[in-house]
């Protein structure tokens, strides 16, 4: 962007509500200018300001892939007067967007690996980015075995329930979905993330871990992680719940000497473990 200050303007194209308490909804947009979209170009892991006149902006993960043309997704929780006023759009309303902003997945990086997505509640957004990309027909070959393990709540709070029984039904993807508690129509597993990834026990074998989600959930995955043998290099997480401005100017988003904003969102974990333990 010339001007990091300035927002663009996008159009709503669709909506989706994710959860059954329709805090969660998934905003499709599309540049009103084509030289705009020319100009964004991402990487999963990145985020953006969405704003509203009058009203504020608030950083959002970007949920959708560089590979899906035409279009940014945005799952949006309705926590503050900002994303209230988003879940209270409807089809054509425009907003603004800054971005991409952030740093990204080592995408590249992870070339050649093996590659383990662990995902909790609502923070699989970026993980359906780093998904999508990976899958990708001209990056598949790239990339070694996937595996994905996410978790929510309880069946009605998993999102993205539609790809990712697309997903269950690929052979080059191992899929594991869980919620803490199941339902009388629920098939699936039971249990933590946690302890769901203990039992899939992924092999660090030449292998990358992928871990965003609520902070407990991170907490208690870290320790599965270094049992099977993940090295913490090898371990990256994302502190999006820090992102503030987007671009460093604010001061609200440092941990130690570092700026998440222009830092981040992005981390591994050797990195983590020299900060102060804030986050």
């Known amino acids: 962007m010339s001007n990091p200050y300035i927002p663009v303007p996008v159009e709503v194209a669709d909506i ?19 030289e705009d979209e020319e100009r964004f170009q991402y990487t999963p892991g990145q985020f953006a300001e969405l704003s509203l006149l009058g009203k504020g902006e608030s950083p959002i993960g970007i949920a959708s892939s560089p590979t899906e043309k035409g279009f940014l997704l945005f799952t949006v929780m309705k926590v503050g007067a900002v994303t209230t006023a988003m879940h209270n759009l ?50 598949r070959s790239k990339f070694g075995d996937i595996t994905i393990i996410y978790g929510a709540r309880s069946p009605g709070m998993l999102i993205y329930k539609e790809e ?14 869980t919620v803490d508690r199941g339902d009388a129509q629920w098939k699936g597993k039971v249990g933590f993330v946690p302890a769901i990834t203990k039992e899939v026990a992924p092999s660090s074998k030449n292998a990358y871990a992928v871990v965003c989600g609520p902070p407990i959930m991170i907490k208690f995955t870290l320790p599965i992680l270094h049992e099977v043998g993940f090295p913490p290099e090898r371990i990256i997480t994302s502190l999006e719940m820090r992102m503030k401005c987007g671009i460093g100017k604010c ?5 130690g000497y570092k700026y998440v904003c222009i830092d981040g969102p ?14």
């Open 16 to 34: 989706t509500i994710e959860t059954e308490d329709k805090l969660l909804k998934t905003f499709k947009l599309t540049f009103c200018n084509k």
């Open 251 to 255: 001061g609200r988003c440092n941990i």
């Open 90 to 139: 409807n089809k054509g309303a425009q907003m603004g967007i800054r971005g991409p902003l952030g740093n990204f997945y080592p995408v590249k990086e992870m070339e050649g690996k093996n590659v383990v997505i662990i995902g909790g509640g609502f923070a699989f957004t970026t993980l359906r980015a780093l998904t999508n990309y990976m899958l990708y027909h001209d990056n």
């Open 164 to 177: 990712m029984a697309g997903w269950d039904k690929r052979n080059d993807l191992n899929l594991h979905i």
């Open 266 to 279: 992005v981390f591994t974990l050797e990195e983590l473990n020299k900060l102060p333990k804030e986050y």
